[in-house]
């Protein structure tokens, strides 16, 4: 089993950064070929923002490119998303998920194995 747990959310002024990180435990945990980051505002579907396979290759929506950037560290089984020039758009709760196989880009809710609890990021003007 896998356990992933959130933290960094906070609050954040309009043009300010936050990083969150994911923190991945469980003897599986290492098997996972595909981390990414989903957020989610009440009342509107749960949306991809960011993935990265095991040999480093990630994927951005159009919505972060440019501001947003995916990292790992295999070392300390941590996914990191380093989140700069926030907007008030950005606010949601963010989660990270993980699955067994290869990332092939922004995957479906659906096609991840394991999900943590989200940390809340709120922007504000």
């Known amino acids: 089993q896998v356990q992933l747990v959130e933290s960094g959310g906070g609050s954040v002024q309009a043009g300010g950064s936050l990083r969150l990180s994911c923190a991945a435990s469980?003897?599986?945990?290492?098997?996972?070929?595909?981390m990414a980051w989903f957020r989610q505002v009440p009342g509107k579907e749960r949306e991809g923002v960011a993935v990265?396979?095991?040999?480093?290759?990630?994927t951005y929506a159009d919505s972060v490119k440019g501001r947003f950037s995916i990292s790992q560290e295999y070392a300390k089984n941590t996914l990191y998303l380093q989140m700069n020039s926030l907007n008030l758009e950005d606010t949601a709760m963010y989660y990270c998920?993980?699955?067994?196989?290869?990332?092939?880009?922004?995957?479906?809710?659906?096609?991840?194995?394991?999900w943590g609890q989200g940390t809340q990021v709120t922007v504000s003007s």
């Open positions: 998920a993980g699955r067994f196989s290869r990332c092939g880009g922004i995957l479906a809710r659906y096609e991840y194995n394991y």
């Open positions: 469980g003897y599986m945990a290492r098997l996972m070929n595909c």
């Open positions: 990265i396979d095991r040999d480093g290759s990630t």
